[in-house]
């Protein structure tokens, strides 16, 4: 993982821990989409 994908899960995560949404899922989720 180089540092631009982890300035994004970073930003992802950041961005959505108010969301009653379990974190270890956007860790999943986004690298599929990058």
């Known amino acids: 993982m180089d540092f ?3 300035a994004i899960l970073a930003l992802v995560q950041g961005l959505t821990e108010f969301l009653p949404i379990s974190s270890s899922a956007h860790l999943i ?3 599929r989409f990058l």
Do not use: G, Q, T
Request: cysteine-free; charged content about 0%.
């Open 29 to 31: 989720l986004v690298p």
């Open 4 to 6: 631009v994908h982890a």
